[in-house]
């Protein structure tokens, strides 16, 4: 096989034809975007709505991501601290939202490095089973302590839930990415 012009730059199969940029490196969020978020949600979260039976649970989802974003500054005291408290707040088994938040928490946590590496609605599906399991523990252990079954709805809430990952995702990453249009218009 000729070549028609010699004086082209002969590229090989194993060289790169550009330079390899580095991966941009996610930047932490700051610190009052985390604990704000989550104080500003848990205010949310007691708000009289959450009795509807297939409500989504905004403070677990909210927790599990910064657990799968930031999983050094939330996780599972974080979870358990924030379950304690709704469960005085409810007025319910004291232990049985601690126990939810926390195996949520553990999930996202112990699923971190995997999530980071998808788009936030991959993450969603990867936590829906998560979601269902710690809230079916905790609907077993309500249902057994109070002797009758509570029905479904709950399922659907959680399908809620996980539905919502990517728009949670997209509104609490949003400062960064603010920050990030800000450097590179200024390169």
Partial sequence: MSRTN?????????????????E???????????????LLVWLASLLPWRLWQPSPD?????IAFWCVHEPRRVGLLTAFV????????????????????TLVAYGAVVL???LQRFDLWSQAMHMLPIFLAARMVTVLVRAWIAGRWPGWDW???TAI??????????V???????????ESASV
């Fill in 6 to 22: 010699r004086n082209e730059p002969h590229t090989s199969v194993l060289r790169p034809r550009r330079s390899v940029e580095p």
């Fill in 24 to 38: 941009r490196v996610a930047r932490p969020a700051h610190t009052v975007m985390v604990w704000g978020s989550l």
């Fill in 58 to 62: 905004i403070l677990i989802l909210v």
């Fill in 82 to 101: 924030f379950g304690l408290l709704m469960d005085v707040h409810d007025a319910g088994v004291l232990g049985g939202n601690a126990l939810s938040y």
């Fill in 112 to 114: 971190h490095r995997r």
């Fill in 155 to 157: 399922a659907v809430g």
């Fill in 161 to 170: 839930t996980a539905a919502m990952w990517p728009l949670v995702g997209w």
């Fill in 172 to 182: 609490l990453h949003l400062p960064q990415r603010g920050a990030d249009d800000v």
